[in-house]
């Protein structure tokens, strides 16, 4: 930067030296005396204006930057900044948990403002499960250890989010007189990390799965004849409990073997409505034997999606079988299918007694079932099949009130709809 500076320099002063050395000789050419003086004067001159504009210059950029060199004057005002400009969300607690101040990203996160902050409980918005986690590392901090942890909170929406939280104690003269809570959304990393757990699992079982199924299925094979040899020899009561358990148990084979290995399948555009429509007359007559009616009730749009029809059947079967047996003494099972922006969503809502959440969380997971005669396999089944058709499968519940099963479908494009005849073999893991 100084070579171009001293460059600059030294071209200005050779244009005033041009120009009054060529004034100089015109006008003044028999005179030397005074044409060395008009020489001096011009280089001199020169470096007096270069040096001029160069700080006129310097000046008018240094306007426009920031005030940089005050900032070791002004950590107030950096502090501030980190403040205000934070990404994730900032509180100020007193030592009794009332909330001072707080950032505009705490109140993007909760959807709540400073002002209602300071009108309600901090632990109003942490799940129950999470409150004694909550206390305990509230009464480290205030003790004077910093501290990081991450639990549950619910927002102004009702949304549940994962948060990471970082306590700060704020000590003067040797004293904590509140906290900094630095709060952070993981949500979307929690769930990433659940769904890779979840993707490590299946991939485990399956390989257990591959196993134990083609062991079991060979001597099952064989007990099936000999109980076909054996019909005439003993009781029709033994033979049809017998061929009863062996199903059973060639069901469990074959949703192991589901699960252990690839399924080739062809999907293709099919109307989900008329898939339900048949699942509910398939299993209408097993409702109404125990007392259950079934409500259908569909958006008046063309319901096309892409999928492996009989697979669908099998996912629809299974929530309405769980619907009918949560409620042993009847009710009504409410299907809903109605098209979003992006998706077509399916819901089917039983009045049955409902799931408590701490056993709402383990559904879907292997082999957890709450069924006397259950495999804890028909969940994760229906999750697998859902997740290869690029869906989504959702559990909601609430005690004495009833279970929700929502199952979320990607659209299908226009141009596939309306060729309906583009089928693509895919591999469902």
Not at 1 to 23: D, G, H, P
């Amino acid at each position: 930067m100084k070579r171009w500076s001293n460059l600059y320099t030294l071209l200005v002063s050779l244009l005033f030296f041009t120009i009054f050395t060529f004034s100089g000789l015109y006008f003044f050419s028999d005179n030397a005396l005074l044409i060395s003086f008009l020489f001096i004067c011009c280089v001199l001159f020169g470096f007096y204006v270069s040096e001029l504009l160069k700080n006129i210059l310097f000046n008018k950029k240094m306007k426009t930057l920031p005030v940089s060199f005050n900032l070791e004057k002004e950590k107030e005002l950096l502090y501030d900044s980190l403040f205000e400009n934070n990404s994730d969300g900032i509180l100020v607690v007193d030592t009794k948990g009332r909330v001072i101040d707080g950032n505009p990203a705490i109140v993007k996160l909760s959807g709540y403002s400073i002002e209602e902050f300071k009108e309600i409980e901090l632990s109003s918005f942490v799940v129950q499960e999470d409150l004694e986690k909550k206390f305990n590392h509230t009464y480290k901090a205030l003790g004077g250890l910093p501290q990081e942890y991450s639990i549950s909170v619910i927002n102004k929406a009702g949304d549940k989010l994962y948060v990471l939280i970082k306590m700060v104690p704020i000590i003067v003269n040797e004293e904590v007189v509140g906290l900094f809570e630095i709060i952070k959304d993981v949500t979307e990393s929690k769930k990433l990390e659940e769904m890779m757990y979840r993707s490590d699992q299946l991939n485990a079982i399956g390989q257990l799965a591959a196993g134990i199924a083609h062991e079991i299925r060979n001597p099952l094979t064989s007990l099936k004849g000999f109980v076909q040899l054996s019909k005439k020899e003993l009781p029709n009561e033994y033979v049809n409990i017998m061929e009863e358990e062996l199903e059973r148990i060639n069901q469990i084979v074959g949703e192991f073997l589901f699960l252990s290995k690839p399924q080739k399948v062809t999907f293709v555009s099919k109307n989900l409505k008329n898939i339900v429509v048949d699942v509910v007359n398939f299993i209408q007559p097993e409702a109404l034997l125990k007392n259950v009616e079934i409500q259908s009730k569909y958006d008046r749009d063309v319901f096309d999606i892409n999928c492996e029809e009989n697979q669908l059947k099998q996912v629809f079967i299974n929530v309405l079988k769980n619907a009918i047996e949560a409620m042993p003494n009847g009710g009504k099972i409410y299907i809903n299918i109605k098209k979003g922006k992006n998706f077509i969503s399916m819901k089917i809502k039983d009045e049955g007694i409902g799931i408590p959440k701490e056993i709402l969380d383990k559904i879907g997971k292997p082999f957890y079932t709450t069924k006397q005669t259950g495999t804890g396999l028909g969940i994760l089944v229906c999750q697998r099949i859902i997740d290869s058709h690029g869906g989504t499968f959702i559990i909601e519940s609430e005690v004495g009130k009833g279970t929700t099963v929502e199952i979320l479908f990607p659209l299908l494009e226009k141009s596939t709809i309306e060729t309906n005849g583009i089928r693509k073999d895919f591999h469902t893991t």
